[in-house]
């Protein structure tokens, strides 16, 4: 069984990679706000592809 500490450190670590958005979320956010929802879904897809 994991102890307590070990589990809580984990459950920690986990929750901070779910919610830190990656360069790629940002950029795309980041698109989408200064020119509009269009370049932001091209944004998207552009890194989707190439992803």
């Given at each position: 069984m994991i102890d307590q500490a070990t589990l809580i450190a984990y459950l920690a670590i986990v929750t901070g990679f779910?919610?830190?958005?990656?360069?790629?979320?940002?950029?795309?956010?980041?698109?989408?706000?200064?020119?509009?929802?269009?370049?932001g879904l091209a944004t998207g897809l552009g890194m989707t592809v190439g992803g």
């Open positions: 779910v919610f830190i958005p990656d360069p790629a979320t940002v950029l795309t956010v980041a698109r989408a706000t200064a020119s509009g929802a269009r370049l």
